[in-house]
T-cell receptor
């Protein structure tokens, strides 16, 4: 158990719909990362938040957005869903320290499996 | 962006030592090399991390040459339960942020 929790575990929805995935980081971790993993694309970094602020963006579509709340939990919002959005979505958290040049160690949650029909 | 290159797959047998090498030619001076293990439908799990030379923990060793353009994950005496995908990760630091770029990983299959 990494200490990172994600809900829901599974999500089945239809094209055009909107869903929200939730992540709670490990206690003490300030950073949250979101990833998408599909069979043909591997593990793709989407976005990072640090202590409530967006810090880095990867291959995140405009239909997707995220935020991190004062209690440090994060939500990933996916809208106008398409069949190709079906994937595993992981969040990870990392402890502070890498900003000062230390290592970045990420602890991943169990993921949310999204199926778009 | 920092990119990594690993073999797509490897096969081994129980009890053997497995070495997986990752190439990261444009690693930044201040970046670390981190290895993760992933089982199907589970989140990646941290295995080991290092900056240079050799690092060892209870599950693996990590060898990093002086030029840091590659690294080798060594798994001693593998078992069937080590069958998984292994990723090496280096990131890009930009003004305090960290942009991770995972490669496709190495699928290790351990045979009885």
């Amino acid at each position: 158990d990494s200490g990172v929790t994600q809900t829901p575990k599974h999500l089945i929805t239809a094209t055009g719909q909107r869903v929200t995935l939730r992540c709670s980081p490990r206690s003490g971790d300030l950073s949250v990362y979101w990833y998408q993993q599909s069979l043909d694309q591997g593990l793709q970094f989407l976005i990072q938040y640090y202590n409530g602020e967006e810090r880095a963006k990867g291959n995140i579509l405009e239909r997707f957005s995220a935020q991190q709340f004062p209690d440090l939990h994060s939500e990933l919002n996916l809208s106008s869903l398409e069949l190709g959005d079906s994937a595993l979505y992981f969040c990870a958290s990392s402890p502070p320290g890498y900003e000062a040049g230390g290592p970045n160690t990420q602890y991943f949650g169990p993921g949310t499996r999204l199926t778009v029909l | 962006l920092a990119k990594t290159t690993q073999p797509i797959s490897m096969d081994s047998y129980e009890g053997q030592e497995v070495n997986i090498t990752c190439s990261h030619n444009n690693i930044a001076t201040n970046d670390y090399i981190t290895w993760y293990q992933q089982f199907p439908s589970q989140g990646p799990r941290f295995i080991i991390q290092g900056y240079k030379t050799k690092v060892t923990n209870e599950v693996a060793s990590l060898f990093i040459p002086a030029d840091r353009k590659s690294s080798t994950l060594s798994l001693p005496r593998v078992s069937l339960s080590d069958t998984a995908v292994y990723y090496c990760l280096v990131g890009d630091r930009e003004g305090g942020s960290y942009i991770p770029t995972f490669g496709r990983g190495t699928s290790l299959i351990v045979h009885p």
